[in-house]
């Protein structure tokens, strides 16, 4: 379990650790770990009690109220917000980047719309102007983290095992590995996928979408919470206009139809096409924030 | 496969529950899962019976209450019912339509002992 905020997340690994190893071993030499944590008695499925004997140790209070054999059912009203934790670290990470000065743009797309080819050409285009970092989030590999870092921005990689988002505590960890300084523009790249990251709140100044001309003009309507949620869309691999059936008013009028407040810039990665409007964006939120 | 996530966000609020209020077993989870939430509800559920094992919910039954989405149009001011969130205003078509119900994921109420 972490120490620092009490939760588990065992397949969560940050820079190749896990950051929530919960492992045991007991006194007779023995290893075992929970997916549980310690703070109650353990339910059972069925109504037996028990205890273990654990050699030399005191937790597992598994008797405890079941011992009593008492069937008093009550209600107990909880009418909490299933997110409500997730947004708590949010509000935290929200916090933190407020008082540094931080522009912290999560994005995010569909597996292969070019978020890495993006990030590493804007980083290039860049340098020099402003303090810059970036959280990577994947299920697996640090290949996209090694990207990042060949282009001198202090990248740190979560890998989120089997989980398809990135969740507000995870880059809180990230964030205690990263220094912040006034002005920096932080850009997390979160799991290649569309419908999760839109639920979970990870404390970031706006949601950038990438849109690219290899998907087609309709995923505005198809992942609506994702385009309603975000702040940007940009479209990219616009050098491929001319080999795709791509119909850019189309994907501008879907967009809008969900978001009519969503702002869009037509880019590519590959020949610095809209990168000007990009970076000018960029900077708006960078000096908006105070950096 | 967010609900799994939701699952198990769950779990952390009932065992947090289960210390405050002082219960080591939870028949019944009543949780409200908006239809404009993201969630799609038998993957949760799925999940949910996952989610619980080992924990003061083992094998506790999950309840869905379904609320359906529902906003408020900005220009002529009245309810309107939203299957989507880019839904225009039935009334007289204009959008977006201020969404106003059907977002929320909550955990109502536990029946524990």
Same mark, same amino acid.
């Given at each position: 379990?972490?120490?620092?905020?009490?939760?588990?997340?065992? %397949?969560?690994?940050?820079?190749?650790?896990?950051?929530?190893?919960?492992?045991?071993?007991?006194?007779?030499?023995?290893?075992?770990?929970?997916? !549980?944590?310690?703070?109650?008695?353990?339910?059972?499925?069925?109504?037996?009690?028990?205890?273990?004997?654990?050699?030399?140790?005191?937790? !597992?209070?598994?008797?405890?109220?079941?011992?009593? @054999?008492?069937?008093?059912?009550?209600?107990?009203?909880?009418?909490?917000?299933?997110?409500?934790?997730?947004?708590?670290?949010?509000?935290?990470?929200?916090?933190?980047?407020? %008082?540094?000065?931080?522009?912290?743009?999560?994005?995010?797309?569909?597996?292969?719309?070019?978020?890495?080819?993006?990030?590493?050409?804007?980083?290039?285009?860049?340098?020099?102007?402003?303090?810059?970092?970036?959280?990577?989030?994947?299920?697996?590999?640090?290949?996209?983290?090694?990207?990042?870092?060949?282009?001198?921005?202090?990248?740190?990689?979560?890998?989120?095992?089997?989980?398809?988002?990135?969740?507000? !505590?995870?880059?809180?960890?990230?964030?205690?590995?990263?220094?912040?300084?006034?002005?920096?523009?932080?850009?997390? %790249?979160?799991?290649?996928?569309?419908?999760?990251?839109?639920?979970?709140?990870?404390?970031?100044?706006?949601?950038?979408?990438?849109?690219?001309?290899?998907?087609?003009?309709?995923?505005?309507?198809?992942?609506?919470?994702?385009?309603?949620?975000? +702040?940007?869309?940009?479209?990219? +691999?616009?050098?491929?206009?001319?080999?795709?059936?791509?119909?850019?008013?189309?994907?501008?009028?879907?967009?809008?139809?969900?978001?009519?407040?969503?702002?869009?810039?037509?880019?590519?990665?590959?020949?610095?096409?809209?990168?000007?409007?990009?970076?000018?964006?960029?900077?708006? @939120?960078?000096?908006?924030?105070?950096? | 496969?967010?609900?799994?996530?939701?699952?198990?966000?769950?779990?952390?609020?009932?065992?947090?529950?289960?210390?405050?209020?002082?219960?080591?077993?939870?028949?019944?989870?009543?949780?409200?899962?908006?239809?404009?939430?993201?969630? %799609?509800?038998?993957?949760?559920?799925?999940?949910?019976?996952?989610?619980?094992?080992?924990?003061?919910?083992?094998?506790?039954?999950?309840?869905?209450?379904?609320?359906?989405?529902?906003?408020?149009?900005?220009?002529?001011?009245?309810?309107?019912?939203?299957?989507?969130?880019?839904?225009?205003?039935?009334?007289?078509?204009?959008?977006?339509?201020?969404?106003?119900?059907?977002?929320?994921?909550?955990?109502?109420?536990?029946?524990?002992?």
């Amino acid at each position: 379990m972490c120490t620092t905020c009490g939760c588990g997340h065992d %397949e969560m690994k940050i820079e190749g650790v896990s950051v929530h190893a919960h492992e045991h071993i007991h006194a007779d030499g023995t290893r075992h770990s929970h997916a !549980h944590d310690h703070r109650g008695p353990h339910g059972h499925g069925d109504d037996h009690d028990h205890t273990h004997e654990h050699p030399g140790q005191e937790h !597992h209070g598994h008797a405890q109220a079941a011992a009593q @054999g008492v069937e008093q059912a009550r209600l107990v009203r909880l009418e909490q917000a299933i997110l409500a934790k997730n947004d708590r670290f949010a509000a935290a990470n929200r916090a933190r980047f407020a %008082e540094a000065g931080v522009l912290a743009l999560n994005l995010v797309s569909s597996p292969g719309a070019g978020k890495t080819s993006l990030l590493v050409k804007t980083i290039e285009k860049m340098r020099g102007r402003r303090p810059l970092a970036v959280i990577e989030g994947d299920q697996e590999t640090r290949l996209d983290a090694e990207r990042i870092r060949a282009t001198g921005a202090p990248a740190i990689q979560i890998n989120t095992g089997k989980g398809c988002h990135l969740d507000a !505590h995870a880059v809180g960890h990230a964030l205690d590995e990263l220094p912040l300084s006034r002005g920096m523009v932080l850009f997390i %790249e979160n799991v290649g996928n569309l419908v999760c990251p839109a639920a979970f709140d990870l404390g970031e100044a706006a949601k950038v979408v990438i849109l690219s001309v290899t998907e087609g003009e309709d995923k505005p309507f198809k992942y609506p919470d994702m385009f309603r949620a975000a +702040k940007l869309m940009l479209i990219n +691999k616009v050098d491929l206009l001319p080999f795709v059936d791509f119909d850019v008013a189309a994907a501008l009028s879907a967009a809008r139809r969900v978001n009519p407040f969503l702002e869009t810039i037509q880019i590519s990665a590959k020949t610095g096409v809209g990168f000007e409007a990009w970076l000018s964006w960029i900077e708006k @939120g960078a000096v908006a924030v105070g950096g | 496969m967010h609900e799994m996530s939701l699952a198990l966000a769950v779990r952390d609020l009932i065992e947090e529950a289960a210390e405050r209020e002082k219960f080591a077993k939870v028949k019944c989870v009543r949780a409200e899962i908006g239809a404009l939430s993201g969630v %799609e509800r038998e993957a949760f559920a799925f999940c949910f019976d996952l989610a619980m094992k080992d924990s003061v919910a083992d094998g506790a039954r999950l309840e869905i209450v379904a609320t359906a989405g529902g906003g408020r149009c900005p220009a002529c001011g009245r309810e309107t019912p939203l299957t989507m969130i880019y839904d225009a205003c039935a009334h007289c078509g204009a959008f977006p339509v201020e969404v106003t119900a059907g977002k929320d994921m909550r955990i109502l109420e536990l029946e524990v002992e």
